[in-house]
T-cell receptor
């Protein structure tokens, strides 16, 4: 069985600063990995996904994540935070070919002016 | 194109009552999923439909929960009788193909409060 750990339930950054949201997974084999974002009063939206192609994955809104097998990590980064990035971010994994995802606990990102 | 829609957005019921949540997936999406997030915890998988068939219901908590997808279009999730621990946000998601790994389109969720 797989599991996901997101370090830090709340992360606060200043506008223009680097965003780093941490995700570590536990799986017997390399899984498929995802980052989803939930903006206030909206459903979850896919930011990016890793499916065993390139280890550096680029997503929407300037976000990217790097799959590091040796560290079992899939951290999400963005070079410069924008106020509109304030949201809750979820890391998720699956070993299935369909959408049975195991989610992390979520990280609420706050961006200060 | 309309997204995944869920109804109601918020429901408050007493313990022992029945609640039915509805999900309308994106048109043409054969795969439909239900997830739940209990307050303070992670989002958890409940079940997966392909058209009208349940493919994986391993996440359903107990037999008080009944999901249906008659005709392979919209789905309902009934909780009967509701218990306090059923409170949370119930998310529905859909995807176009089973092989489209994990690329789910989520609704805004139905918040259930059991008093």
């Amino acid at each position: 069985a797989q599991s996901v750990t997101q370090l830090g339930s709340h992360v606060s950054v200043s506008e223009g600063a680097l965003v780093l949201l941490r995700c570590n997974y536990s799986s017997s084999v390399p899984p498929y990995l995802f980052w989803y974002v939930q903006y206030p009063n909206q459903g979850l939206q896919l930011l990016l996904k890793y499916t065993s192609a390139a280890t550096l994955v680029k997503g929407i809104n300037g976000f990217e994540a790097e799959f590091k097998k040796s560290e079992t990590s899939f951290h999400l980064t963005k070079p410069s935070a924008h106020m509109s990035d304030a949201a809750e971010y979820f890391c998720a994994v699956t070993l299935t070919s369909y959408g049975k995802l195991t989610f992390g606990q979520g990280t609420i990102l706050t961006v200060h002016p | 194109e309309a997204g995944v829609t869920q109804f109601p957005s918020h429901s408050v019921i007493e313990k022992g009552q029945t609640v039915t949540l509805r999900c309308d997936p994106i048109s043409g999406h054969d795969n439909l999923y239900w997830y739940r997030r209990v307050m303070g915890k992670e989002i958890k998988f409940l079940l997966h439909f392909v058209k009208e068939s349940k493919q994986d219901e391993s996440g359903m908590p107990n037999n008080r929960f009944l999901a249906e997808r008659t005709g392979g279009t919209y789905s309902t999730l009934k909780v009967q009788p509701a218990e306090l621990e059923d409170s949370g946000v119930y998310f529905c998601a859909s995807s176009q193909e089973t092989a489209n790994t994990g690329e789910l389109f989520f609704g805004e969720g139905s918040r259930l409060t059991v008093l």
